[in-house]
């Protein structure tokens, strides 16, 4: 099964926003509303920020939603702070208890 | 609370196996899956497999099917990945972590990692 695809880096000015794509095929992404956002820091464990696409476990504040449009998930950092600097990775069922990550997105606050 | 506690680093010759164990406390080990998914330096992260711990079903990436086996002792609520030979390029942070959903990766609690490194 094929990796899905991130853009390596994102940045966005404090306050604004930063979108991350994750491009899967018609076997993962585009087949499932199963898409899950990870976020990491150097060194440290992920946390889960987005589940089933666009659901958010608790704790984790409204400015990160997630979204899907065919093949292609987003995620979307809205009025970014600087604490919101980390590496962002996408994950997708793939079928026949099958899953896949992208290669992470790493997000600098200017 | 959840704690996923995993054991601690190790050094491997190329050819050699490891044995990384997970162990659950602060909820039903038996009521939520296992998975297994690796960082190497710099890299993404790569899903190798899961355990379901209550009946011991195992689903296996099939980058690693050949070489992977996944266990559980339901007695001590420890799930354990084992992984046989080893590359280099196997060197890797190994991570344990558990979800609900049998077909989402609804990753809420994660082990600390297990630093595997492979070097002759």
């Known amino acids: 099964q094929s990796a899905l695809t991130q853009p390596p880096s994102a940045s966005g000015s404090p306050g604004q926003s930063v979108t991350i794509s994750c491009t899967g095929n018609?076997?993962?992404?585009?087949?499932?509303?199963?898409v899950s956002w990870f976020q990491q820091f150097p060194d440290k464990a992920p946390k889960l920020i987005i589940y089933?696409?666009?659901k958010r476990p608790s704790g984790v504040p409204d400015r990160f939603s997630g979204s899907k449009s065919g093949n292609t998930a987003s995620l979307t950092v809205s009025g970014l702070q600087a604490d919101d600097e980390a590496d962002y990775h996408c994950a997708s069922y793939a079928g026949r208890n099958n899953y896949v990550f992208g290669g992470g997105t790493k997000v600098t606050v200017l | 609370q959840v704690e996923l506690a995993q054991s601690g680093a190790e050094v491997k010759k190329p050819g050699a196996s490891v044995k990384v164990s997970c162990k659950a406390s602060?909820?039903?080990?038996?009521?939520?899956?296992l998975h297994w998914v690796r960082q190497a330096p710099g890299q993404g992260f790569e899903w190798m497999g899961r355990i379901n711990p209550n009946s011991g079903e195992t689903n296996y990436a099939q980058t690693f099917q050949d070489r992977v086996t996944m266990t559980r002792d339901t007695s001590v609520s420890t799930a354990y990945m084992e992984l046989s030979l080893l590359r280099s390029n196997d060197t890797a942070v190994y991570f344990c972590?558990?979800?609900?959903?049998?077909?989402?990766?609804?990753?809420?609690?994660w082990g600390q990692g297990t630093l595997v490194t492979v070097s002759s």
């Open positions: 018609s076997s993962d992404i585009g087949l499932f509303n199963f």
């Open positions: 602060g909820y039903t080990f038996s009521a939520y899956f």
């Open positions: 089933e696409v666009n």
């Open positions: 972590a558990r979800s609900k959903n049998p077909k989402q990766l609804d990753l809420h609690h």
